[in-house]
Every structure is written in structure tokens, then in C-alpha cells.
């Protein structure tokens, strides 16, 4: 039976009352299926991983693309979506919260704010209105009492400022501001997650991992409620996609399709 939107928005808060769940990332409305089949319970789009679908780098998609992509993976599948929603596609936090707005009606369970202007010379949004960003996304959800839970971003360590004080500070600042979830990609330490949860503490915290420095165990452990990865699954499928093409182009050889996931297998999970 085919879950409502708010259906979906209720399941994704529930998720986060409690425990440690592993959120992937799917880049289109097949891999979000594939994701669901293997029985994760809820998925979040990966700015990164849809930009590489449209032969862009991240960061360059429009917010009528993200919007696209959004819809077509909630329809795609029967739990909750999480919308990476990179910088609110807007500077100033009026236009943030039409773009917001437009975000909710795709129906997405949740989305994040990040305080990345795009500058690498002044990567960060100034603090004050990095916090108006995230009250104008706060705004924007409440407006027709979507429930779509909002996340916080820190973007500090993932653009070369390693500073656990300042990230705090705007954590529990988009906190204050109205963020349901908080989360600073690039934090990677035991000491750093924990300092983290303590200060955001009752208010989830989600922990990007890029390899196998944690666990859902050792994640759970330390406080943390639920667990993305970004693009590494698009990194993988490119990998596999590379290996094959490289070796037809350099040595004319087809070795690497014996790799390949079984078609059968793919059209059965599909059908």
C-alpha cells in the first residue's frame, strides 16, 4: 500500500526518537529503489551524486533540477526522502524560504540547510545570517504545518576550518533557530562526534561517513541517530562504470563485464 507524504513525514520523525539508522544516498529513482529493496528505512538525496547524473559538478544544479530529482525519487519508493538542499539555492534568507517552500511540495520527509556560500575564499555564511537562513527554512516548513523535518549544516570542516568551537556555536545557534537535526560533514573523531552530540543534545545529529572509520555500532555508541554517506555510493558506481570503460578504451579488451550485477537480478528487483 502506497504511503502518503505525511505518512512518510511521521515515519522519518519517528526514526529520530530513538536508536541509530543508516540514511543512504541514492543519485536517481533507480538506486532509491534498489535502496529500499535491500530494506533501509529511509533515504536522503546526494547533491554531489544527482550533479554527476547531469554531467555537472557539485554544487552547479538548479533548484528546478533538485526539485525534479526530488519528486521523481519520492515517487519512486515508499519511505521517507531527505533533501540535500545545499545552500537553499538563494543567498538572503527570503528567497531561502520560497526555494524551501518549493522543496516541501516535492514532498521530501525532511531537508538540510548548509552555511556554504560557495566562495572558497569566505566558504561560510556570516554567522548572524547563516542563523536567519535557517529561521527563514524553519519559516517555510511551518507555513502549512508540513511537518518536514529540518537539518542544520556546519559546512566549516568539510571547507578547511577545523574549528569543533565554531562549529558548536552554529550548531546549537540553527538549533535555537529552529533546526530539527544537526549536522557538520567532515567531523570524524570520537572526541569530536561526542563533543558534538553533548552540545546539540536533546536534538538528533546526523554523522557523514566516508569510509571505515565508524560503525553503525561504534555510531550509536557515540550518540549518534542516524548515519548518510554523500556521494560515496555514486563514487562506487562511477568506479565500476570507469574500470569497464577504461579497459575497452586502453586495451579493447571486455573483461571487466564479468563484474557486472546480474541484469536478471535487476529487472526482478524492478518489476
Known amino acids: 500500500?502506497?504511503?502518503?507524504?505525511?505518512?512518510?513525514?511521521?515515519?522519518?520523525?519517528?526514526?529520530?526518537?530513538?536508536?541509530?539508522?543508516?540514511?543512504?544516498?541514492p543519485h536517481d529513482a533507480g538506486t532509491a529503489r534498489a535502496l529500499q529493496h535491500l530494506g533501509f528505512k529511509a533515504l536522503a538525496s546526494t547533491s554531489a551524486g544527482f550533479a554527476w547524473t547531469m554531467a555537472k559538478p557539485d554544487n552547479r544544479v538548479t533548484v528546478d533540477d533538485v526539485c525534479d530529482h526530488l519528486s521523481a525519487i519520492?515517487?519512486?519508493v515508499d519511505i521517507p526522502v531527505n533533501a540535500d538542499f545545499e545552500d537553499g539555492f538563494a543567498h538572503e534568507?527570503?528567497?531561502?524560504?520560497?526555494?524551501?517552500?518549493?522543496?516541501?511540495k516535492t514532498g521530501v520527509a525532511g531537508l538540510s540547510i548548509e552555511d556554504y556560500t560557495g566562495d572558497?575564499?569566505?566558504?561560510l555564511f556570516e554567522r548572524a545570517l547563516a542563523v536567519d537562513r535557517i529561521k527563514a527554512a524553519r519559516k517555510a516548513i511551518d507555513a502549512d504545518n508540513s511537518g518536514v523535518l529540518l537539518t542544520g549544516r556546519c559546512e566549516a570542516f568539510l571547507?578547511?576550518?577545523?574549528?569543533?568551537?565554531?562549529v558548536i556555536d552554529r550548531l546549537t545557534a540553527y538549533a535555537e533557530a529552529g533546526a530539527d537535526c544537526l549536522y557538520a560533514p567532515g567531523i570524524s573523531t570520537s572526541e569530536e562526534i561526542?563533543?558534538?552530540?553533548?552540545?546539540?543534545?536533546?536534538?538528533p545529529v546526523n554523522l557523514l561517513v566516508f569510509g571505515m572509520d565508524h560503525s553503525l555500532a561504534n555510531a550509536a555508541a557515540?550518540?549518534?541517530r542516524r548515519i548518510s554517506v554523500g556521494g560515496s555510493l555514486s563514487r562506487m558506481a562511477w568506479a565500476g562504470f570507469m574500470k569497464a570503460a577504461k579497459e575497452m578504451?586502453?586495451?579493447?579488451?571486455?573483461?571487466?563485464?564479468?563484474?557486472?550485477?546480474?541484469?536478471g537480478e535487476l529487472n526482478k528487483m524492478f518489476s
Open 74 to 76: 519520492g515517487a519512486a
Open 1 to 25: 500500500m502506497m504511503l502518503t507524504t505525511a505518512d512518510k513525514r511521521a515515519a522519518f520523525k519517528k526514526l529520530h526518537e530513538s536508536g541509530c539508522f543508516i540514511i543512504p544516498n
Open 194 to 203: 561526542s563533543a558534538v552530540v553533548k552540545a546539540v543534545h536533546p536534538r
Open 222 to 224: 557515540l550518540g549518534v
Open 93 to 104: 534568507p527570503d528567497k531561502v524560504g520560497v526555494n524551501v517552500a518549493r522543496a516541501v
Open 120 to 123: 572558497a575564499a569566505n566558504p
Open 159 to 166: 571547507r578547511g576550518q577545523k574549528d569543533l568551537n565554531l
Open 249 to 263: 578504451a586502453e586495451k579493447g579488451t571486455f573483461t571487466e563485464f564479468a563484474n557486472g550485477y546480474p541484469g
